[in-house]
């Protein structure tokens, strides 16, 4: 006989459970959970227990921080707290067993499978709630959670993909010469943890429409002098990231160059938005015979701001450019790149174009990676697979890089990914520098993004990654 579920009564202990995360009463929160769920969400304000929990620590309108009469569809202190964002405590101000309370709430809400990035009806996570608020030990647990969460979900992910290729093979075997009409298996349970120039969000807020790669590629791209956009004017590139690339090629040849060309500090002054070659100083590849016997692998070229940098600084004595939308490598045509010294343009999928590379023995000392419409698993199975291979061992070893937007919809988020990054990285022998760029208040701006589908990139410090393998 199955189970009759009781609204009413299911909604009674929701809020039970969310009343008791909201005082900290740990205790009743624990035998509330042996039945209920660590999920429960006020369906007014879309707040988690978990949300609560932090919330509630927060400067209240109220001098009385008694029990509101409702959670559910009634304001409360935690609530006012939350729609205003000016409002700002710090753990050194609160009671040491209120925080020590705080802390052990959200402890055992975790254990009992609480979502670290859950959005609440005002856009907000619990991390978010915990930074706003300056609460750095509880901010640390919502990132130690969600990197828990992605590392576990990424590897379940990876078991599957397992199982389907042993299915696959079992189907082989079965089916012969049909295997040419079975299309390529892939798991659609759960958007994997997606870099910023994809659309969706590291929150799992599928909202608006994910752009595949595949869709992508066959898009018609629009190019103006600041952006290039997709058919659905997702912003495939813009010229807001230009030095942004330009200090990432700088560090990745810093080791690269003797003692009279040095990698400028990024608290430095920088040219205007948009500005790649106009520099009035001798070039950095003349600056050192080294420079020119670098080898270079760029996968993704777009507005081509990297690789004009390099060409111009650094005159590389082999370029690699893979690509595969049609339009960006009818442009590279139109500008000259095939004509170019020590250039070769790989037309097509990096999945497709790195396997050839590795066969035929290429290595190379700086390696960049900035593709569109990939999520990390994209990333992970790049360096994993293809990185280890390709990149110069020699004296002290190759450097590589990409475009470091995984998460970048909201500060938590970049933070677990940041993380997740690094243990990825050192388990498939990489050691990684961060360089933290701060990012034009300009770019945070709404105007700055009008005719672009989506914000990709909304914290206010950019993490620059120069990886190697370990020493």
């Known amino acids: ?41 006020d369906p007014e304000t879309g707040c988690s227990a978990l949300h609560l929990a932090i919330s509630s620590l927060g400067p209240s309108d109220d001098e009385d921080d008694g029990p509101p009469q409702l959670i559910n569809g009634h304001e409360t202190n935690s609530e006012n707290q939350e729609k205003d ?9 609160l009671p040491e067993e209120k925080l020590e309370a705080a802390k052990q709430t959200v402890a055992l809400l975790f254990q009992n499978g609480a979502i670290w990035n859950d959005l609440n009806k005002n856009g907000e996570t619990p991390g978010c709630i915990a930074h706003r ?3 750095t030990e509880i901010y640390d647990m919502v990132v130690d959670a969600g990197v828990r969460a992605e590392i576990l979900l990424s590897r379940l992910e990876e078991y599957e993909r397992l199982d389907d290729n042993d299915d696959d093979n079992d189907d082989d075997e079965e089916d012969g010469e049909k295997d040419n009409d079975v299309p390529e298996a892939r798991s659609e349970e759960k958007p994997a943890m997606e870099t910023s120039k994809v659309q969706g969000s590291a929150t799992g807020d599928q909202s608006k429409d994910v752009t595949t790669n595949e869709e992508y590629l066959q898009s018609t791209l629009s190019f103006s002098k600041d952006r290039i956009l997709d058919g659905d004017n997702n912003g495939v590139m813009m010229a807001w990231e230009t030095d942004i690339m330009k200090r990432s090629a700088d560090l990745l040849f810093s080791s690269f160059l003797n003692s009279t060309s040095t990698t400028q500090d990024p608290s430095e002054p920088q040219p205007e938005e948009g500005q790649v070659t106009d520099q009035q100083t001798p070039p950095k590849g003349e600056q050192s015979d080294e420079s020119k016997d670098i080898k270079v692998l760029n996968i993704g070229h777009g507005m081509g701001i990297i690789d004009r940098y390099i060409q111009t600084e650094y005159h590389p004595s082999t370029h690699h450019i893979v690509e595969a939308h049609p339009s960006i490598l009818s442009k590279l045509s139109n500008e000259g790149w095939k004509d170019k010294k020590g250039v070769k343009i790989h037309q097509g999928r990096w999945q497709d174009v790195l396997p050839d590379l590795l066969e035929k023995g290429e290595m190379f000392d700086v390696i960049y990676f900035d593709t569109f419409a990939e999520d990390y698993s994209a990333l992970r199975r790049f360096f994993q697979e293809f990185v280890t291979g390709l990149l110069s061992s020699d004296g002290d070893g190759g450097r590589w890089g990409f475009f470091n937007g995984l998460g970048a919809d909201r500060r938590v988020c970049y933070d677990v990914y940041t993380k997740v990054l690094e243990l990825d990285l050192y388990e498939a022998g990489f050691e990684v520098d961060w360089v ?16 672009v589908r989506r914000k990709y990139f909304n914290v206010d410090t950019y993490r620059l990654p120069i990886c190697r393998f370990i020493s």
Do not use: C
């Open 1 to 41: 006989m199955s189970e009759v579920h009781n609204p009413e009564e299911e909604q009674e202990n929701a809020d039970a459970i969310l009343l008791a995360a909201r005082y900290h009463h740990v205790d009743h929160l624990r035998s509330l959970l042996q039945t209920g769920s660590a999920n429960a969400q």
């Open 436 to 451: 933290d760029v701060p990012v034009p208040e300009e770019i945070r701006r709404d105007e700055y993004w009008d005719g």
């Open 85 to 93: 964002g000016s409002k700002f405590t710090s753990e050194s101000k």
């Open 133 to 135: 608020l300056g609460l």
